[in-house]
């Protein structure tokens, strides 16, 4: 049987180094503070929201919650990112995605300071991250890097395919695993013989948003098979983009679904946070 990767202690080792950090700046005198900005009452973006303040409050890191109405115009949107771009007391800024539809997201995006972009969304920290400068990286993709390295698995010299090109996760994966000197590739919808392509895979990444829709036939015999996906299936049972049933015995590693990815954007947002109060955009 393959090696499980296990998100859930992965992210809970990070939270705690996360919060020895913080620790280590409080006796410096330097407090870290997140402004979370939440536009209208989306059931699964208040559980995220929740879930995020929850790890501040584990982390030792001041969240301040913003919790605007659905009719809420762009122009005060942007006007409070302004203030919380000019408090000093705020290290990091995060306005939970999707936005209601008159709000148009990337002009919010382009508004947060990249200096506290902990989300790693500004095109700014795109841009580093794509020319290898310092920034914040986006925190699913940071998250499996870390679920990879703390494995054990090896990146450098690995053929790694991507399926998904979204600028959350698949963009942001492809940097990440190319700056680790792996061979990388992105798949996508567009894509012909995805099978022929994915079974090249050392380091398969799935971010397609299908429910179980990668089987064992797109999956190399020992390939390390990494799963952003999640869903609930007709029993109302969380499942992933990749059928685990299936293709865990061909593979070498996995991620399950839960307990895989998952926590581990959470935990690279707690990193994010307590870099941008050490005062580096990482
Ligand atoms: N919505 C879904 N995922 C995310 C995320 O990582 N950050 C923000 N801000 N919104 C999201």
Redesign the pocket.
């Known amino acids: 049987m393959p090696q499980i990767i296990d998100g859930k202690a992965i992210s809970a080792q990070i939270k705690d180094e996360v919060k020895e950090q913080v620790a280590a700046l409080s006796e410096q005198g330097k407090k870290v503070c997140l402004a979370v900005i939440q536009v209208g009452n989306d059931p699964a973006?208040s559980v995220?929201v929740g879930n995020k303040k929850k790890a501040c409050a584990y982390v030792g890191i001041e969240s301040l919650a913003y919790e605007l109405a659905e009719e809420t115009t762009q122009e005060e949107l942007l006007s409070l990112i302004g203030e919380l771009n000019a408090k000093n007391e705020v290290n990091g800024i995060?306005?939970?995605?999707?936005l209601p539809k008159h709000i148009d997201e990337d002009a919010v995006i382009r508004a947060i300071a990249p200096k506290k972009d902990v989300?790693g969304?500004h095109p700014q920290s795109v841009g580093a991250l794509c020319i290898g400068q310092p920034g914040f990286v986006?925190?699913?993709p940071a998250g499996i890097i870390q679920l990879l390295k703390r494995s054990g698995i090896e990146i450098a010299g690995k053929e790694c395919v991507v399926v998904g090109r979204s600028n959350?996760v698949g963009k942001p994966m492809a940097l990440l695993l190319l700056r680790e000197n792996g061979t990388v590739t992105v798949a996508h919808s567009r894509t012909r013989n995805l099978k022929e392509v994915t079974k090249r895979a050392d380091i398969l990444v799935v971010a397609v948003g299908k429910p179980r829709m990668i089987t064992r036939d797109y999956v190399k015999e020992g390939a390390v098979v990494i799963d952003v996906g999640i869903h609930r299936n007709e029993n109302n049972k969380l499942c992933g983009d990749v059928d685990y049933e299936d293709v865990a015995p061909v593979c070498s590693a996995i991620t399950p679904v839960p307990g895989g990815v998952g926590p581990m954007?959470i935990a690279m947002?707690m990193y994010n946070c307590a870099n941008a109060g050490e005062g580096n955009g990482l």
């Open positions: 973006s995220y995060l306005v939970q995605l999707p989300d969304f986006s925190c699913t959350i954007t947002l």
